[in-house]
C-alpha cells in the first residue's frame, strides 16, 4: 500500500521544479566544476608517473574545464554512442557551465579517465587514477578504531546492532573523498545532525527477500555498507543482497567490483568481529546470497526517472532498494530543486518498488523536510546545512 501522497507540491508534475544548473557564479554546482574539478585533476596528475602524453591531456582537461566546452568523447571510445544518447548531441559545443549540473559532472569523469588513458588499450588500462586516495583510506587508524568496535557491538541485541550498523552505513557516506580532496566538509555523527529519520520504515522494509543496495563511496563508506549486509543477510533480514557499484572509477571515492574485493580482504584480515563478518561475506558471495553487480547506467548522468527496464525490472522486485549517497539522492529526486518540504514519496512517486535513502547533505536538493525542521536549519546555519556534509538523512517510501 503506497503512503498517501499530497498532490500539491507537483500540481504541475514532478519535473515542474528547475534543475540544477552550474551557470550561477558563486554557487555550489559553479564552485564544484570552477574549483573543485580543477583541484581533482591536478591530485590525479601528481599521484602518479603519467607520461607526457597523458600530462598534457590531463593540462588539457583543465583548461577545456574551465574556458572550453563540451566536446564528445574520443574515438574509438566504446561508449560513445551511449554518452550521445544520454544528452550529448544535445550538449556538446556548450560551455560546461550551461548544461545540466548532474550531466556536468557525471562527464567530466568520464572525460578524466578518457585523459589518463584508463580504457585505451595499454599499460595504464584499468588503473583507477583514484585508487590511492581510496586505499589509503582503508588503512587508517580511524579505520581499525571502527572495526575494533564490532566487538563490543556483537553482544548488544540484534535490533540494537541494526540501529548501529545503519547509522553506521549512513554516517559512512560523510567520507567521500572528492568532498576532501578539495578541502570541505566535515559533520558529526550525533543524532542532532538528523534532519529526517525514517529508520522505522526502512527496517520494516528488511522482510527477508532481496535487497538492492546502490553502494555510494569506497573504503570507509564501503567497508559499513557491507558489515549491515552481513548484519542483514546473517539474521534472515534480506535473503539475498545485490550489491551496485559503479563499472568503471567515478565521482574519486565511488566504489567499484575492485574495491569490493578490497573492503571484503581488509575485513577478513581484522580480528574479532570485523574478520568473522568478513568471513560470513566472504562465503555469502561465493553462494550468490551476495552478488554484485556493474550495470554501465550507474556511471550515467540521468535521472532515475530514467531507468533502464532492466534494473526498473530488477528493484521493483526487491523488498526495498537502498541508495546511498549524496549523488544517488540527487539522481533519486531528478536534481532538481523541489521545495525542502515536499513528501519524500510524492518527489520518488516513479522509482519503482519501495524505496529508501542513506545521505550525507553534500548538495543543494532535498525532499521531505518538516517545515519546521527547514525554518530552524535556515535561522542557525543559513543554506550550509544542504551542502556542508555536516548534517544527513533517513528516508524511505513503501511501494
Ligand atoms: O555521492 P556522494 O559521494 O555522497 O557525494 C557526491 C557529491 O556530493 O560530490 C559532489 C561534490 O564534489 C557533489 O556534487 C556530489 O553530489
Request: proline share 7%.
Given at each position: 500500500m503506497r503512503d498517501p501522497v499530497d498532490p500539491a507540491p507537483f500540481a504541475a508534475g514532478p519535473d515542474a521544479a528547475p534543475v540544477v544548473v552550474s551557470s550561477v557564479r558563486g554557487s555550489f554546482p559553479w564552485s564544484v566544476l570552477a574549483e573543485r574539478h580543477p583541484a581533482i585533476v591536478r591530485k590525479v596528475r601528481d599521484a602518479f608517473p603519467y607520461g607526457?602524453?597523458?600530462?598534457?591531456?590531463?593540462?588539457?582537461?583543465?583548461?577545456?574545464?574551465?574556458?572550453?566546452?563540451?566536446?564528445?568523447?574520443?574515438?574509438?571510445?566504446?561508449?560513445?554512442?551511449?554518452?550521445?544518447?544520454?544528452?550529448?548531441?544535445?550538449?556538446?559545443?556548450?560551455?560546461?557551465?550551461?548544461?545540466?549540473?548532474?550531466?556536468?559532472?557525471?562527464?567530466?569523469?568520464?572525460?578524466?579517465?578518457?585523459?589518463?588513458?584508463?580504457?585505451?588499450?595499454?599499460?595504464?588500462?584499468?588503473?583507477?587514477?583514484?585508487?590511492?586516495?581510496?586505499?589509503?583510506?582503508?588503512?587508517?587508524p580511524e579505520a581499525d578504531e571502527e572495526l575494533a568496535a564490532l566487538d563490543d557491538l556483537a553482544h548488544r541485541p540484534a535490533g540494537e546492532q541494526e540501529e548501529a550498523l545503519l547509522h553506521g552505513s549512513l554516517?559512512?557516506?560523510?567520507?567521500?573523498?572528492?568532498?576532501?580532496?578539495?578541502?570541505?566538509?566535515?559533520?558529526?555523527?550525533?543524532?542532532?545532525?538528523?534532519?529526517?529519520?525514517?529508520?522505522?520504515?526502512?527496517?520494516?522494509?528488511?522482510?527477508?527477500?532481496t535487497l538492492c543496495l546502490v553502494a555510494d563511496n569506497a573504503g570507509r563508506e564501503l567497508v559499513p555498507d557491507l558489515l549491515l549486509v552481513d548484519h542483514l543477510l546473517r539474521h534472515g533480514r534480506a535473503g539475498r543482497t545485490v550489491l551496485h557499484v559503479k563499472p568503471y572509477p567515478y565521482y574519486v571515492s565511488d566504489a567499484t567490483a575492485a574495491d569490493v574485493l578490497d573492503a571484503l580482504r581488509r575485513l577478513t584480515a581484522a580480528k574479532g568481529a570485523a574478520g568473522e563478518a568478513g568471513n560470513r561475506l566472504w562465503a555469502a558471495m561465493s553462494e550468490g546470497r551476495l552478488t554484485v553487480r556493474a550495470h554501465p547506467f550507474s556511471c550515467g548522468p540521468l535521472p532515475y526517472t530514467d531507468l533502464p527496464e532492466d534494473l526498473r525490472r530488477e528493484?521493483?522486485?526487491?523488498?526495498?532498494?537502498?541508495?546511498?549517497?549524496?549523488?544517488?539522492?540527487?539522481?533519486?529526486?531528478?536534481?532538481?530543486?523541489?521545495?525542502?518540504?515536499?513528501?519524500?514519496?510524492?518527489?520518488?512517486?516513479?522509482?519503482?518498488?519501495?524505496?529508501?535513502?542513506?545521505?550525507?547533505?553534500?548538495?543543494?536538493?532535498v525532499v521531505g523536510i518538516a517545515p519546521a525542521v527547514e525554518a530552524a536549519l535556515d535561522a542557525a546555519e543559513g543554506d550550509r546545512w544542504r551542502t556542508g556534509g555536516t548534517h544527513a538523512l533517513i528516508q524511505a517510501r513503501r511501494g
Open positions: 607526457p602524453g597523458q600530462r598534457h591531456a590531463l593540462d588539457a582537461l583543465l583548461e577545456n574545464c574551465a574556458e572550453g566546452v563540451v566536446e564528445p568523447l574520443a574515438e574509438p571510445a566504446a561508449d560513445r554512442a551511449r554518452w550521445d544518447a544520454w544528452g550529448g548531441r544535445e550538449h556538446y559545443g556548450r560551455s560546461w557551465f550551461d548544461v545540466p549540473f548532474l550531466w556536468a559532472e557525471s562527464y567530466f569523469y568520464r572525460k578524466l579517465l578518457e585523459a589518463v588513458g584508463y580504457f585505451t588499450p595499454g599499460p595504464w588500462q584499468g588503473i583507477d587514477p583514484f585508487r590511492p586516495f581510496k586505499l589509503a583510506e582503508l588503512d587508517t554516517w559512512g557516506n560523510r567520507a567521500d573523498l572528492g568532498f576532501r580532496l578539495s578541502g570541505t566538509g566535515s559533520g558529526t555523527a550525533d543524532g542532532s545532525r538528523l534532519v529526517a529519520d525514517d529508520a522505522g520504515v526502512l527496517r520494516s522494509l528488511f522482510a527477508g527477500g528493484f521493483a522486485a526487491a523488498d526495498v532498494t537502498l541508495l546511498k549517497g549524496d549523488l544517488n539522492y540527487r539522481r533519486l529526486i531528478g536534481d532538481r530543486l523541489h521545495p525542502a518540504t515536499t513528501p519524500f514519496a510524492a518527489a520518488t512517486a516513479r522509482f519503482p518498488g519501495p524505496v529508501a535513502t542513506l545521505r550525507t547533505l553534500k548538495s543543494d536538493v
